[in-house]
């Protein structure tokens, strides 16, 4: 018999939130404590390029993450494999003269080729990216019918956040009320038009791994911080509300200080957490207070930071001319001759690197 390859190639950027998601309600099927609202990148930048192929040449499922074959027995991928798998629909290219039926998914085995274009678990989301990308191309492989917001709850099963990577724009994931997890999915606020004027920069302080995995961390602040209780039932259903609402009327003031607070309390979530967890250090300590001093000074916010599970800070300014005078504010305060630990900053469509 003739062999053949179906191939699917798919890019997906990844998301930054700005309520953050910090705590789990169950471990397996990745239940959030709380709502959460993120911002997806441009595709251009921070994206991860994901090939799926299938083959009855194939024995064996297996995957390469940046060139190097990584291990698919962890459950977070078997779970997403599992899940696509179900909902395979039957495939016939005509012109390749492949014909798989429904059934023939579950003996087909896979190869998995992904690539991001950022550094890895360094706080800047890449497993985020990673899923959505997998789960989105398995779909699309598979001639799956689910929509995105159905394919974001298989997303999830990989790692939270990847949720929300399969929409552009501003994306809300609503954390459900089911016990099995079909109500915890992700939509779309606004596309990525709404909005466009803003510009994000991360200022990338350092792309070494973090010490503490959001799996563990997040682990310890549940059963260990009593603010994590606080934040989840009193402060994050109001600032997703309001944060909506700031959204939906390109009210940067209240974006940037309902941003900059919850960032803030996340990392104060970490600090009270036992054992305690530094995800920022001096550095972003020290792009805090430079970014607040010019806002302040300006009277109206013009930028937002916020800061995920690593020491590199987003920053998301009002506009082109704010991005600008940040960059330069950025420069004054971490000269490129300086040692301090700050190594390259992306902003839009241009990389400055020391
Ligand atoms: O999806 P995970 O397990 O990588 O967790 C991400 C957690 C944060 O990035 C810190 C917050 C968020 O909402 O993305």
Redesign the pocket.
Known sequence: EKTWVRMVTAQTPTNI?VI???GKRDETLILPVND?I?VTLDPAHLCTTTTVAVSPSFDQDRMWLNGKEISLSGGRYQNCLREIRARACEVEDKEKGIKIAKKDWEKLHLHVASYNNFPTAAGL?S??AGFACLVFALAKLMNAKEDNSELSAIARQG????CRSLFGGFVKWIMGKAEDGSDSLAVQLVDEKHWDELVIIIAVVSSRQKETS??TGMRDSVETSLLLQHRAKEVVPKRIKQMEEAIKNRDFGSFAQLSCADSNQ?HAVCLDTCPTIFYMNDTSHRIISCVEKWNCSEGMPQVAYTF??GPNAVLIAHDRNAATQLMQKLLFCFPPSSDADLNSYVIGDKSILK
Do not use: E, M, P, V
């Open positions: 939130a953050k998601y910090w959460s993120s989301a497993s985020a790692s939270g956040s990847a959001s799996t996340f995920d599970a």
